[in-house]
């Protein structure tokens, strides 16, 4: 079978915004079919490199090279559109050079009764193409995949004729979501696919995209989702691109051996260089000058291996909260909602909306419970009623005994938007300005960024925040409403690392399954307007509704298990998938070689050979060295004599080694364009 056709190569790539370099070297290439995840940490370019492949923007340096006639559709994170089109219109643009073949094979149908002979011989060539045409693009199914994007998208029958423009942001960008899918292009490049769209809507587009044959370049922070839907991971770090050939949770494996090689080169790297250097000290002027200075010559050639970088974090830790009595909350038989403001008219009683109704519901001590619903179903307005921030139509709330509330509003409405980020912490805990800048470091807050103001702050800003304003207060219960919104996927390990070890309870709303699952020990799902429980995660939720859950979502169930239980092919893979660099020759005695191309041919396998020999002769010298001091301390003339003599040959033979590997390493250098360093 042959390989699949590469359709786009982005060849080192750069970008700098003002005088900061946001990444330079960028290069890889996506083959027709393929499915990529772009991940990162925020800040690292991903948005960059899409807009520049999708051509809205432009790189500094390196460029982008298509497949001729390559049709490549960009959706941006946030649509920022106006269009007095309905919603259902709106989408149907998307077909617009199928739909203006379509008007055109109508205009063709009502000329044909008027038309001459030898017009209507050309209006029927012409119809015959713009037939085929539309049929291949799949005109007579128009209607129907418009509809069935628009449904899996969220939007009912009732909004399909609102007009674009009186929308809200999250439904605009639904709207551009619905129409790059029924573009079908040949690449789709989507930059945070999943915001705005509730489990439903996601489970959706995942079965939608794992069915799709064309390519994808995906930016998301939802793991789940790219494990589902992505086969091959590139990884923004550091201003450079790394890539790895498998989905998100295998791709942490591999990043970690990858990561760990590295750093065991950079060591031992490190540990050559201190002999090395101690060797030349201690000889350069004695009888082995010669030598030293040879290793002087090769030290000074050597590529210097840089030591690997690691990611800031964030240090999350729950201060000691008092402990709760067993019952940590309980719910009387509720209704939730917000009063309309008109009465009835048979009486004076206030009407209501009811968002969600639920039975007595019970909390206790330890438990994890995970918040299930579409987006409107009245999650949000569940949480406020707990609180205590909305009344509730019906039923009551009762904390348990030493029960202490910390919330956590998706909107950040904690947060005083007047004031800055350090006045925020010290107006929630009196403390020091130092403590308050060391605890705000925590959070990746260094330096002017303690005095930017709180509105001015990004998403991302805002939710650290928000959670090193929650971890003051020491709560026992925490009520979290999208705690993971606008985290980076490093950041939202951390979050669900501290969250697993919380001695208290937690109730929560999260679209990140990744982390429903990692953290649930149950799940109240709103099901038709009310609340039902069930005992597990997310997963064992999908499985009590006779759901199936694919391999990629069973490994995301459980993401911090031991995954080193891998196959022999897993292993090999692994190893295959790693790019390492070589060691220097680790001193007398050992020989690790070092190459640095991996081309094949009679100079290299040369090169090799007389590494071995002169890590051998360094070996046999160091053993005769040693001997010739124990002679000297015995004054064994003999001895010394036999040494000496085997030394010199030693020495003789090394020197010879050493000329040899000057000529071919020269050789090398003029067939690879690289000085091998041993």
């Not at 029960?403 to 509003?409: D, L, N, T």
């Not at 800048?437 to 990004?458: E, H, M, P």
């Not at 309870?505 to 429980?533: P, Q």
Request: aromatic content about 6%; overall charge negative; glycine content about 8%.
């Amino acid at each position: 079978m042959p390989p699949p056709t590469t359709i786009l190569t982005v060849n080192d790539i750069a970008k700098t915004f003002v005088s900061e370099q946001i990444f330079s070297g960028v290069t890889f290439q996506i083959a027709e079919r393929e499915h990529v995840a772009l991940v990162g940490v925020n800040g690292a370019g991903k948005s960059t490199v899409l807009k520049i492949v999708a051509g809205v923007e432009h790189a500094d340096t390196g460029g982008v090279t298509r497949a001729t006639g390559l049709r490549v559709t960009y959706l941006p994170q946030e649509a920022r559109f106006t269009s007095d089109r309905t919603v259902r219109e709106e989408a149907r643009y998307a077909f617009a050079p199928v739909i203006a073949d379509g008007d055109r094979m109508r205009e063709i149908e009502a000329r044909m009764g008027e038309a001459s002979e030898a017009d209507l011989e050309t209006l029927l060539e012409e119809y015959d193409r713009l037939q085929t045409r539309y049929d291949a693009a799949g005109g007579y199914d128009i209607e129907h995949r418009t509809d069935e994007v628009l449904f899996g998208l969220g939007f009912t029958p009732d909004q399909f004729g609102e007009p674009v423009n009186q929308l809200s942001g999250g439904q605009k960008t639904r709207v551009a979501l619905v129409k790059a899918l029924l573009a079908d292009p040949d690449l789709l490049l989507l930059d945070e696919p999943t915001n705005h769209l509730d489990l439903e809507m996601l489970e959706w587009l995942e079965t939608f995209l794992r069915g799709w044959n064309g390519a994808c370049l995906v930016v998301s922070h939802d793991r789940y989702f790219l494990d589902r839907v992505t086969t091959r991971t590139l990884d923004m770090a550091f201003g450079r691109l790394e890539d790895y050939p498998a989905p998100y949770a295998r791709f942490l494996d591999l990043r970690t051996e990858r990561m760990s090689r590295r750093m065991q080169e950079y060591e031992e790297q490190q540990a050559l260089i201190a002999r090395t250097e101690e060797f030349i000290r201690k000889y350069k002027a004695g009888q082995r000058s010669r030598e030293a200075k040879g290793r002087q010559t090769r030290l000074e050639r050597l590529e210097r291996i840089e030591r690997p970088q690691t990611q800031d974090v964030l240090s999350l830790k729950m201060g000691g909260a008092v402990r709760s009595g067993r019952v940590v909350l309980h719910l009387s038989p509720m209704q939730v909602g917000y009063p309309t403001g008109e009465t009835s008219a048979d009486s004076d009683s206030q009407q209501k909306q009811v968002l969600v109704a639920s039975p007595e519901l019970e909390i206790e001590r330890g438990e994890r419970i995970g918040l299930l619903g579409p987006n409107g179903s009245g999650k949000t307005t569940l949480l406020r009623t707990i609180t205590g921030e909305l009344p509730a139509l019906k039923g009551r709330v009762q904390f348990g005994a030493n029960v202490k509330v910390g919330y956590y509003a998706q909107t950040h409405d904690q947060l005083h938007r007047g004031g800055t980020t350090l006045s925020t912490i010290l107006d929630a805990q009196p403390m020091s300005e130092e403590s308050a800048r060391t605890y705000l470091g925590r959070f990746l807050f260094t330096g002017d960024d303690v005095y930017k103001g709180v509105d001015a702050l990004s998403g991302g800003e805002r939710s650290r925040l928000a959670l090193a304003v929650l971890l003051l207060e020491q709560a026992n219960l925490l009520i979290l409403d999208e705690p993971t919104n606008h985290l980076d996927i490093n950041a939202r390990e951390t979050l669900e690392a501290m969250l697993v070890g919380f001695d208290g309870t937690i109730l929560f709303v999260s679209h990140d399954r990744y982390f429903m699952d990692r953290l649930a020990t149950r799940i109240w799902a709103i099901e038709d307007g009310r609340v039902k429980s069930y005992l597990g995660n997310y997963t064992d939720h999908q499985r009590q509704l006779g759901r199936r859950i694919d391999g990629s979502a069973k490994e995301a169930k459980e993401p911090d298990r031991d995954r080193g239980k891998e196959n022999g092919k897993d292993k090999a893979d692994a190893r295959d998938a790693v790019t390492t660099t070589g060691a220097l020759a680790a001193g007398p005695g050992s020989h690790h070689g070092r190459a640095v191309s991996r081309a094949d041919g009679k100079a290299q396998r040369s090169l090799v050979q007389v590494e071995r020999e002169i890590g051998k002769l360094e070996g046999k010298l160091n053993e005769i060295s040693d001997a010739l001091a124990v002679a000297s301390i015995d004054a064994d003339v003999a001895a010394l004599a036999r040494l000496g003599a085997e030394y010199e040959r030693a020495q003789t033979d090394l020197e010879a080694a050493y000329a040899r590997w000057e000529e071919i390493s020269a050789q090398f250098e003029r067939e690879a364009g690289a000085v091998p360093i041993r």
